[in-house]
């Protein structure tokens, strides 16, 4: 029996193991590596292999360490000095740029410190270029992946402090939330409050909710630096309009020149925003005293990306309103970064213009490297950047510079290969709803060009509101009249095809032919008459019609339509008045006698009727007013009509 078992259990063991599921997915993984030497750590990542992408330049890694005592570092291996004794969290954010996965993922580590052998401290990296506040980013957000925001702020007064910090999230002008809070971070007893900012404002209406770029470019642009402000109570207001969401933290006993870090780890939604050109922001106000109403502003803009590419173009005309941006500047936003093994000198983009824009407005807002605009007419002898406008491109040319490469030697810091050039325009005399796609060509010296993705700037469809009255024909009806008044709804001024919907209350008076009967009759004496009853029928109705139509602008002035309607009798009245008369004889030729009798009948809802149109309109075809003629064929027999009308959309 021994071998018969050891076969069945063989086979038991196979058809386990063949049953097993096995994981189609591996997640990647990177490991904190660490050498310690007393309360000095060097830090070393372990990563995994990355995935070049075709096409693309050289993949690489960017890193954000969280070092468990408040500071941080972008260094791919910082060293960090422990100020004090104990046991601290390490966590560490890795990006995979130009890298065909997904981020590594990471574990925080423990680091105890017991000894103090080193007392070369060195402070948390310096915001004194950014005004005592800074908000920085671990990398752009890609839908369902973590990323971390850090906000930095600094005591800039000769005194201890306590105040606040806001950081607000969740545009409203977007549908769905793109954020989720998962963790914050804090390591100088900051605390979360909860605190009712504006209880009696209402949330935006949808229809003006292009904020982030077009009615509130200016403050856009206004807080682009860090800013300092006066009125609290305007800035939270403005916040609370434009955002859903807040993080609000107290912190106390900040002393003079202290710098402090508060971690966020966010997670972005399944129902985020997919548009790969869309600009999203967060933004943090800093009260340095909470007896005082001065604070800091700062917005911190992202663009949406499917992977981590520092070569790309953005807009943040992603959702606009298009009654409103009209005498609106739209922004563009042109990022790239040297990956070489060297710097580069000069850098140029071949950017696209669609027609739609006004080239003369345009203007720059920001730039890096920061340089000046170069000189007409002269070979510049110092760094500045040169602007073109030809017909269908701007060339942006950035001139003697020095942008190291993220392979180059002896440069840690990633952010330093890093540059943009930000710039806005308005749109143009006569611009139409569509979309439009733009992207740049970017050349480092003499290299080959990395082309961007697409940035497109698109429209909401925005609602339309006419007023619609006129006359109704009916060719085959004796005697009809028939006038309507009503009202119509449709996208706000659509470039070509568009669907439109109505509804129209109709008063129609029409007369029935004449019936007339004749009829031979004996009387009791045996004499034969003529009968002759004649009935005329009047009918009266309210009628409601509902048509549903796709239309088409041939042209700003011409458009022609077509779909189906319903008609529903809503109220009718039927007068009938009926006369007989009595003839002597076969013939009728002498009159007897003559009676009339009239007969009222009333109805509701009893008639329904369907039926196609046709339509042509000339006017203003897409928002104002305009005339119009349409014939629709009723299913039923005899109610063909045509129907003239004026008609004003708002």
């Not at 599921?21 to 007393?38: H, S």
């Not at 983009?349 to 605009?373: G, R, S």
């Not at 008609?567 to 009595?582: A, C, F, H, L, W």
Request: aromatic share 12%.
């Amino acid at each position: 029996m021994k071998p018969l078992s050891s076969i069945f259990f063989i086979l038991f063991s196979v058809i386990s193991i063949a049953q097993t599921k096995v994981k189609d997915t591996i997640t990647r993984r990177a490991n904190i590596g660490l050498i310690q030497n007393g309360n000095t750590i060097t830090y070393k990542p372990e990563t995994p292999p990355l995935i070049p992408i075709a096409g693309a330049p050289k993949p690489s890694y960017s890193y954000l360490w969280e070092l468990g005592d408040g500071h941080y570092s972008k260094e791919a291996e910082p060293k960090h000095v422990y100020k004090n004794k104990g046991t601290y969290t390490t966590r560490l954010a890795v990006t995979n740029n130009y890298d065909n996965g997904k981020p590594p993922a990471t574990r925080p580590k423990k680091v105890a410190i017991n000894d103090i052998t080193d007392t070369d401290f060195k402070d948390i990296a310096s915001i004194a270029d950014q005004n005592g506040f800074a908000i920085i980013k671990n990398c752009d957000p890609i839908p369902e992946q973590e990323m971390v925001v850090v906000v930095g702020y600094q005591n800039l007064e000769n005194y201890v402090s306590s105040g606040k910090l806001y950081l607000f999230y969740n545009e409203k002008q977007f549908k769905s939330n793109n954020f989720e809070l998962v963790d914050f971070r804090t390591y100088a007893g900051e605390r979360e409050v909860k605190e009712n900012l504006v209880a009696s404002v209402n949330d935006l209406d949808d229809t003006k909710s292009y904020l982030a770029s077009a009615e509130n470019t200016i403050k856009f642009k206004k807080y682009r630096n860090t800013t300092s402000e006066e009125d609290l109570d305007a800035s939270l207001l403005d916040a609370n309009k434009t955002y859903h969401n807040v993080s609000v933290l107290e912190f106390d006993d900040a002393n003079p020149g202290e710098t402090r870090n508060v971690f966020y780890t966010f997670k972005t939604t399944p129902e985020m925003i997919k548009d790969t050109s869309a600009t999203v922001t967060m933004r943090g106000i800093y009260v340095p005293n909470r007896s005082y109403k001065n604070h800091k502003i700062k917005n911190l803009e992202m663009e949406i990306v499917t992977s981590h590419d520092p070569n790309k173009m953005g807009s943040n005309g992603s959702f606009m309103n298009y009654r409103l941006v009209r005498f609106k500047r739209v922004n563009f936003k042109t990022r790239f970064q040297n990956n070489g093994e060297g710097p580069a000198r000069m850098i140029r983009l071949e950017t696209d213009i669609p027609d739609m824009f006004d080239k003369k407005t345009f203007q720059i807002e920001d730039m890096y490297p920061k340089c000046p605009i170069c000189p007409k007419d002269e070979v510049p002898t110092v760094s500045c950047l040169d602007t073109i406008i030809k017909q269908k491109q701007i060339f942006f040319t950035f001139k003697n510079i020095y942008l190291p490469g993220s392979e180059q030697k002896n440069v840690h810091e990633k952010d330093s290969t890093k540059g943009f050039v930000k710039y806005s325009m308005k749109f143009a005399e006569d611009f139409h709803k569509v979309k439009t796609r733009s992207r740049t060509a970017i050349i480092f010296d003499k290299n080959e060009p990395i082309i961007t993705n697409y940035a497109t700037t698109r429209f909401l469809p925005g609602i339309s509101i006419g007023v619609k009255a006129g006359y109704n024909l009916y060719p085959d009806l004796e005697k009809s009249t028939s006038y309507f008044v009503g009202a119509t709804i449709s996208p706000f001024k659509s470039y070509r095809f568009y669907w439109q919907a109505e509804w129209l209350n109709a008063l129609n008076k029409y007369d029935n032919a004449v019936n007339v009967t004749d009829q031979i009759n004996t009387n009791a004496n045996g004499v034969r008459q003529l009968v002759r009853t004649t009935t005329a029928t009047e009918n009266k109705n309210i009628n409601w019609e509902v048509p549903v139509l796709i239309r088409y602008n041939i042209n700003n002035y011409i458009g022609v339509g077509a779909g189906i309607q319903a008609n529903i009798n809503v109220s009718e009245e039927q007068n009938q008045n009926i006369k007989i008369e009595t003839y002597e004889g076969d013939k009728g030729n002498f009159l007897i006698s003559t009676t009339t009798s009239s007969n009222t009948m009333k109805t509701s809802f009893a008639d329904f009727k369907t039926g196609l149109l046709f339509d042509l309109t000339a006017g203003f075809a897409r928002i104002g007013p305009s005339l119009g003629a349409r014939y629709v064929i009723n299913f039923e027999q005899g109610f063909n009509y045509f129907q003239f009308y004026g008609i004003w959309k708002f």
